[in-house]
């Protein structure tokens, strides 16, 4: 058995950060799925994270939860390849890249691809003025993580650091939608970024088919 077991679906962008960090390490690990949106969140997870979320990664007896700080864990345990610069102020820009997608990006991302990618999989219709409101809102701030991060290697696919692989299945949705195909033509470094980072081994391994899930399978009439 792997000394890294970690709980969360594939389909979990926050799952595929932790995978991401762990494939780049050169690390063994076990996914054990948890599809919450097919079986609902099952009581054991609650055990394993306070409020019952995914990730969770159990190594030697300890069960540790949240992306963030299982990232960090791991770059420190599994020291190689580096995942952090050493110089403090790029350390701290790294830190703030992955706050600014957390709380400025991603809450709209992942409205957007709930109504775009999740309803339609499992037969819904999207809510065009959430869409629209999520597509206002991201052009705005996907503008600002181009100018103040991308541009000036905060995101770096020729330095990756945690950032870049926080960064990577938030933007990997994006891609997905035509809505966010449509506004990475506007913002050439962050396109740049993903199409290097898209062909990365990690990247290429962490991927995921959303439709053979359970419950992304229609019946027909």
């Known amino acids: 058995m792997s000394d890294f077991v970690l709980y969360g679906p594939a389909y979990s962008a926050y799952t595929r950060i932790v995978r991401l960090v762990l494939e780049e390490k050169g690390t063994p690990y076990l996914l054990e799925e948890v599809d919450f949106i097919s079986a609902g969140m099952p009581v054991a997870q609650k055990e394993r994270h306070p409020f019952g979320m995914v990730p969770a990664l159990e190594h030697?007896?300890?069960?540790?939860?949240?992306?963030?700080?299982?990232?960090?864990?791991?770059?420190?345990?599994?020291?190689?390849?580096?995942l952090a610069p050493s110089d403090p102020v790029a350390r701290?820009?790294?830190?703030?890249?992955?706050?600014?997608?957390?709380?400025?990006?991603?809450?709209?991302?992942?409205?957007?691809?709930?109504?775009?990618?999740?309803?339609?999989l499992v037969g819904g219709w999207p809510d065009d003025l959430?869409?629209?409101?999520?597509?206002?809102?991201?052009?705005?701030s996907l503008a600002i993580l181009e100018e103040r991060f991308v541009a000036v290697g905060a995101l770096n696919s020729k330095a990756v650091t945690l950032a870049d692989l926080h960064a990577v299945p938030m933007i990997a949705y994006l891609?997905?939608?035509?809505?966010?195909?449509?506004?990475?033509?506007?913002?050439?470094?962050?396109?740049?970024?993903?199409?290097?980072?898209?062909?990365?081994?990690?990247?290429?391994?962490?991927?995921?088919?959303?439709?053979?899930?359970?419950?992304?399978q229609k019946t027909e009439d």
């Open 130 to 140: 959430i869409k629209e409101r999520m597509v206002k809102r991201l052009a705005a």
């Open 60 to 82: 030697e007896g300890h069960m540790l939860f949240e992306a963030g700080p299982i990232c960090s864990y791991l770059d420190e345990v599994l020291p190689a390849p580096p």
């Open 175 to 216: 891609a997905e939608t035509l809505d966010g195909q449509l506004l990475l033509q506007d913002l050439p470094a962050l396109s740049g970024w993903w199409n290097e980072m898209k062909n990365r081994p990690s990247v290429v391994a962490t991927a995921f088919d959303l439709a053979a899930y359970p419950w992304a």
């Open 92 to 120: 701290a820009q790294m830190a703030a890249t992955i706050s600014v997608l957390d709380n400025y990006i991603w809450p709209d991302l992942r409205e957007l691809v709930t109504q775009t990618l999740f309803t339609t």
